[in-house]
């Protein structure tokens, strides 16, 4: 019997210069009328989250502002307070990844819509219904659900923190080999594969290869470029049902090294690393993944990421255990310590 997939997207998708002002509008076209809860992060955000607030008040609808820090239990616990006294009917996030993930977890407990307005794009959660939360023991991804509407400024996100930018390639160029493991599970595990949800990951990666001289030169058709490049990796994970097309060994490799030294470089960062190694293992042009990187100056050894030749190693050995239901080129049994040396050694990511 064929199995049954359900598929929940976006609705309305606004991508350009000065696109905040429409917020007021997207909140109309949903029949919001209500109380609305704005979430905003501790930086960057206080020019964008001015002109949200000014558009949604031309409604005279009720706001609450709620400050989100972090994307821990804690804060989830307080925006879900929020929710529940304010009897908010949606929420809007204006900042960076962790208020994204805030917001994408507390309305979808709450059984509300959430609008994704980010300020910066360092990764592909901006669309996507997955959501990552940060425990004790790392970080765990939960599937929630994608934002009803999503407005990406375009000058606010060219102005943000290049290395926001830098790390946002590393996550996409991610998908290269994300989708290589995919299949691979496909054909070794009868794992369920999407030809449509995997082109769409891959044909991200592609685009920015294409256009990285100018995502490096700060262009806004760059900046258009690698936007739209994370939203469509959002569609491939709402099409799919996980985030199967786009988190692949790279990504394992990364949240091994989130968890051996927390706090050291960005999620793309480490994943970009992660993209050249599992290129190699998977026989492919894992050259042209460092060259991409270097291009924009993205770290493609330890020592640019921050670390120690011996946590990368580490990481290698360590990263098929981080997920089990994950099945990639690393196998069941992970890479063995000398040929995880080796790997990192041939590919230039330790000396
Ligand atoms: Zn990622």
């Given at each position: ?111 509300i819509q959430f609008i994704s ?167 492919g042009d894992w050259k042209s ?53 080796d790997l990192a050694r041939i ?5």
């Amino acid at each position: 019997m064929m199995h049954i997939h359900a598929i929940n997207l976006p609705r309305f998708v606004i991508v350009g210069p000065q696109v905040l002002p429409k917020v007021g509008e997207v909140l109309t076209r949903l029949n919001v009328n209500g109380d609305v809860l704005l979430l905003c992060g501790e930086t960057f955000t206080k020019e964008p989250m001015g002109i949200v607030e000014e558009s949604v008040n031309v409604l005279h609808l009720p706001t609450h502002v709620v400050k989100v820090k972090d994307a821990t239990e804690e804060t989830l616990g307080a925006v879900e307070a929020a929710i529940k006294d304010t009897k908010s009917v949606i929420v809007i996030s204006v900042g960076g990844g962790k208020t994204i993930d805030i917001a994408k977890l507390a309305s979808f407990k709450h059984n509300i819509q959430f609008i994704s307005i980010p300020t910066s794009a360092a990764h592909d959660g901006i669309a996507s219904p997955v959501a990552s939360l940060k425990g004790c023991n790392g970080s765990t991804s939960t599937m929630a659900h994608p934002p009803v509407a999503l407005l990406a400024d375009i000058d606010i996100i060219a102005n943000s923190p290049r290395r926001q930018i830098v790390s946002g390639v590393g996550d996409i160029i991610a998908k290269y080999t994300a989708v290589r493991d995919w299949s691979l599970a496909h054909r070794l595990r009868g794992e369920y594969y999407g030809e449509y949800a995997a082109s769409l990951a891959l044909m991200s990666a592609e685009l920015i290869t294409e256009n990285i001289d100018l995502i490096d030169r700060g262009l806004d058709v760059g900046i258009r470029s690698m936007i739209e490049g994370l939203i469509s990796c959002g569609y491939a994970m709402c099409i799919a049902g996980s985030s199967r097309p786009c988190s692949g060994s790279e990504h394992l490799f990364s949240h091994a090294l989130d968890k051996i030294c927390a706090g050291q470089a960005l999620h793309g960062e480490k994943c970009g690393v992660g993209t050249i190694m599992m290129m190699y293992l998977h026989g492919g042009d894992w050259k042209s993944v460092k060259e991409v990187l270097s291009k924009v100056g993205a770290p493609t050894s330890a020592k640019e990421l921050g670390m120690k030749d011996e946590q990368i190693i580490e990481a290698l050995t360590i990263a098929h255990t981080i997920r089990a239901d994950r099945y990639t080129i690393l196998g069941e049994k992970g890479i063995a310590r000398e040929a995880a040396e080796d790997l990192a050694r041939i590919t230039g990511v330790i000396e």
